[in-house]
């Protein structure tokens, strides 16, 4: 078998960042050159029947070799990239037998125990990180490695005893757009989980309520010299629009299920500006309380200036809490399978969503596992080598566990 990293460096020697203004699908073509790649990776396997359709989405299949009838179960990792950070040409290092120390990436960063003191929990093994110019993309790569070892494991260890394993690839999770256009039917899984989550031992089957806030101003510009009562600066609007808003519920002041309104983007000149916010809440009405208190600042800012701003405020994903529980086995087992090895399961909310949550409420209850890397969407993201292949291990124990249970009835 392939070793787990020598995957994971292929995978992300591609740049498959999408693109959030594009109305394709998938949001850019380059994703597709790593999509038909694992589509020719799982065919090498023995996996015949997989396929990839107009859309993007990868699918496959891997038939039960157990007696009695056991759920299919699919896994799930996107192969895109976030738009935050550059996505090419990326250089990963590898740090063996990581002394606890400050890791230098060059570039003029590093990554340093001070800010990251979590880094002392892999001490003496191996990370792999970038060099300071690009992100990693571990998020999710780390997670499509992962599955195509445990792939790569069930073909040439006929003796592993499995119910049915659907795996899926997807672009577009990082702009929203994971499983827009998602064949859950297709699919066939009964459960399903997405191997997306942060650092090692990490489950989460509750995640953020979303949504997006994308509003215009249109100003006035008028000759500074003669603009007395006349002009309208659209970026001081938006600024002050923006201190309207509470600066306890940004994200950097909150943690946990606290939610947040996040300003993400500004620009403009003095005729016009446009200011995009992401509204996040774990709890439902205190969601809505923060997507009304949005277009509230901008009906008072729309009365003082004389309905200058425009807000187009759009649900993006729900809480998969409700769709999750009344099938809590997926969870139960994902932690039995967490700690068969090796590792204590850490149960937590997403502060953020996965493609998980849409296919919730598509469906498929499709709770987040850990896929093991730090600091995702900047140039400062690093995986622990041995994070990687516990989580492989997370899927096969999954399937292990189904497959007994089933057995047993």
């Given at each position: 078998?392939?070793?787990?990293?020598?995957?994971?460096?292929?995978?992300?020697?591609?740049?498959?960042?999408?693109?959030?203004?594009?109305?394709?699908?998938?949001?850019?073509?380059?994703?597709?050159?790593?999509?038909?790649?694992?589509?020719?990776?799982?065919?090498?396997?023995?996996?015949?029947?997989?396929?990839?359709?107009?859309?993007?989405?990868?699918?496959?299949?891997?038939?039960?070799?157990?007696?009695?009838?056991?759920?299919?179960?699919?896994?799930?990792?996107?192969?895109?990239?976030?738009?935050?950070?550059?996505?090419?040409?990326i250089?990963?290092?590898f740090?063996?037998?990581?002394?606890?120390?400050?890791?230098?990436?060059?570039?003029?960063?590093?990554?340093?125990?001070?800010?990251?003191?979590?880094?002392?929990?892999?001490?003496?093994?191996?990370?792999?990180?970038?060099?300071?110019?690009?992100?990693?993309?571990?998020?999710d790569?780390?997670?499509?490695?992962?599955?195509?070892?445990?792939?790569?494991?069930?073909m040439?260890?006929?003796?592993?005893?499995?119910?049915?394993?659907?795996?899926?690839?997807?672009?577009?999770?990082?702009?929203?757009?994971?499983?827009?256009?998602?064949?859950?039917?297709?699919?066939?899984?009964?459960?399903?989980?997405t191997?997306?989550?942060?650092?090692?031992?990490?489950?989460?089957?509750?995640?953020?309520?979303?949504?997006?806030?994308?509003?215009?101003?249109?100003?006035?510009?008028?000759?500074?010299?003669?603009?007395?009562?006349?002009m309208i600066?659209?970026?001081?609007?938006?600024?002050?629009?923006?201190?309207?808003?509470?600066?306890?519920?940004?994200?950097?002041?909150?943690?946990?299920?606290e939610?947040?309104?996040?300003?993400?983007?500004?620009?403009?000149?003095?005729?016009?500006?446009?200011?995009?916010?992401?509204?996040?809440?774990?709890?439902?009405?205190?969601?809505?309380?923060?997507?009304?208190?949005?277009?509230?600042?901008v009906?008072?800012?729309?009365?003082?200036?004389?309905n200058?701003?425009?807000?187009?405020?759009?649900?993006?994903?729900?809480?998969?809490?409700?769709?999750?529980?009344?099938?809590?086995?997926?969870?139960?087992?994902?932690?039995?399978?967490?700690?068969?090895?090796?590792?204590?399961?850490?149960?937590?909310?997403?502060?953020g969503?996965?493609?998980?949550?849409?296919?919730?409420?598509?469906?498929?209850?499709?709770p987040?596992?850990?896929?093991?890397?730090?600091?995702?969407?900047?140039?400062?993201?690093?995986?622990?080598?041995?994070?990687?292949?516990?989580?492989?291990?997370?899927?096969?124990?999954?399937?292990?566990?189904?497959?007994?249970?089933?057995?047993?009835?």
């Amino acid at each position: 078998m392939e070793k787990l990293s020598n995957k994971f460096l292929r995978y992300v020697s591609f740049d498959t960042m999408s693109d959030e203004n594009s109305a394709s699908q998938p949001s850019t073509e380059k994703q597709l050159v790593l999509l038909r790649l694992l589509v020719d990776e799982l065919h090498a396997m023995g996996i015949s029947n997989a396929s990839i359709d107009k859309d993007g989405y990868v699918m496959a299949s891997i038939d039960s070799n157990c007696a009695a009838k056991v759920p299919a179960i699919g896994f799930i990792a996107h192969v895109d990239t976030s738009p935050d950070a550059p996505g090419c040409n990326i250089h990963p290092q590898f740090v063996e037998n990581y002394d606890g120390g400050d890791i230098v990436l060059g570039d003029g960063k590093k990554l340093a125990v001070s800010d990251f003191p979590e880094m002392l929990m892999y001490k003496g093994q191996t990370l792999i990180t970038t060099d300071g110019t690009t992100l990693l993309g571990a998020d999710d790569k780390a997670g499509v490695a992962e599955i195509m070892c445990a792939a790569e494991y069930i073909m040439t260890h006929p003796e592993f005893k499995h119910g049915p394993v659907k795996i899926a690839f997807t672009p577009d999770e990082e702009i929203g757009r994971g499983v827009v256009a998602f064949d859950v039917a297709r699919f066939g899984a009964e459960f399903g989980y997405t191997m997306d989550g942060g650092m090692i031992g990490e489950l989460e089957y509750e995640n953020f309520n979303a949504a997006s806030a994308k509003i215009h101003i249109q100003g006035r510009n008028i000759h500074p010299g003669y603009a007395k009562n006349k002009m309208i600066n659209a970026m001081l609007v938006a600024m002050e629009l923006n201190a309207i808003l509470p600066v306890e519920q940004r994200p950097e002041y909150t943690q946990d299920y606290e939610g947040f309104i996040h300003l993400i983007s500004i620009k403009g000149v003095v005729e016009e500006a446009d200011i995009a916010y992401i509204i996040r809440d774990h709890d439902r009405q205190l969601f809505e309380r923060k997507k009304l208190m949005v277009q509230q600042c901008v009906d008072f800012i729309n009365a003082k200036y004389g309905n200058i701003v425009t807000a187009e405020i759009k649900d993006q994903y729900k809480n998969m809490r409700e769709m999750v529980k009344p099938h809590f086995h997926v969870v139960e087992n994902a932690i039995k399978a967490i700690e068969m090895a090796g590792v204590k399961p850490k149960v937590q909310p997403i502060r953020g969503g996965t493609d998980g949550a849409n296919l919730s409420f598509m469906g498929l209850p499709c709770p987040n596992i850990f896929a093991g890397g730090h600091n995702f969407h900047g140039k400062l993201e690093f995986v622990p080598v041995q994070s990687m292949e516990r989580a492989s291990e997370v899927i096969l124990n999954i399937l292990k566990i189904y497959a007994e249970k089933s057995s047993k009835i």
